[in-house]
T-cell receptor, first 113, second 113 residues
Framework: AQSVTQPDIHITVSEGASLELRCNYS??????LFWYVQSPGQGLQLLLK??????LVQGIKGFEAEFKRSQSSFNLRKPSVHWSDAAEYFC???????????FGTGTKLQVIP | DVKVTQSSRYLVKRTGEKVFLECVQDMDHENMFWYRQDPGLGLRLIYFSYDVKMKEKGDIPEGYSVSREKKERFSLILESASTNQTSMYLC????????????FGSGTRLTVV
């Protein structure tokens, strides 16, 4: 069965600093990988996705993620964090075909001035 | 943009009541999903549907049922609400079997007292 691990429950960064959120997945074949963001009291919004091809994918709001098959990882990065990036971030893995996506438990990002 | 509308933002129901959560999408997406979100547990799949006449159990279907009479509407039913069903409920859609990433509604926060 597919699974996702987000090892960091909570991360605090200073505004303007770089950010990396970790995600490790377990899946037997080439996975479909996603990052979502959830602002307080809201539903989730898709930031970016990886299906195949270039292992570095660009998303919205200046985020990017890199697929590393050897490490079973799909870490999310941003070079300079803005206060509006404070939210909860979810990594997810899907199996293709009729999608059933499994979500991680989320990483809550706090941004301090 | 696809819009996914969940009929209620907040609901308070009594134990034993039958509860209906409604989700409507306006972009002809084939796939619809119901998740519940709880702190520390992330999102867990309750039920999903790939067609009007089709529904499949997710990872935690006990105590729930669903109805998809029309393509645009997917209802989650709590047959007899219990306090352990107090949660945030999120509806999501996806275009078709290839998956382009989910579009989520804003969620319904259900409290069972």
């Amino acid at each position: 069965a597919q699974s996702v691990t987000q090892p960091d429950i909570h991360i605090t960064v200073s505004e303007g600093a770089s950010l990396e959120l970790r995600c490790n997945y377990s899946y037997g074949a080439t996975p479909y990988l996603f990052w979502y963001v959830q602002s307080p009291g809201q539903g989730l919004q898709l930031l970016l996705k990886y299906f195949s091809g270039d292992t570095l994918v660009q998303g919205i709001k200046g985020f990017e993620a890199e697929f590393k098959r050897s490490q079973s990882s799909f870490n999310l990065r941003k070079p300079s964090v803005h206060w509006s990036d404070a939210a909860e971030y979810f990594c997810a893995v899907g199996s293709g075909g009729y999608q059933k996506v499994t979500f991680g438990t989320g990483t809550k990002l706090q941004v301090i001035p | 943009d696809v819009k996914v509308t969940q009929s209620s933002r907040y609901l308070v129901k009594r134990t034993g009541e039958k509860v209906f959560l409604e989700c409507v999408q306006d972009m002809d997406h084939e796939n619809m999903f119901w998740y519940r979100q709880d702190p520390g547990l992330g999102l867990r799949l309750i039920y999903f549907s790939y067609d009007v006449k089709m529904k499949e159990k997710g990872d935690i279907p006990e105590g729930y049922s669903v109805s998809r009479e029309k393509k645009e509407r997917f209802s989650l039913i709590l047959e007899s609400a219990s306090t352990n069903q107090t949660s945030m409920y999120l509806c999501a859609t996806d275009r078709d079997r290839e998956s382009y990433g989910y579009t989520f509604g804003s969620g319904t926060r259900l409290t069972v007292v």
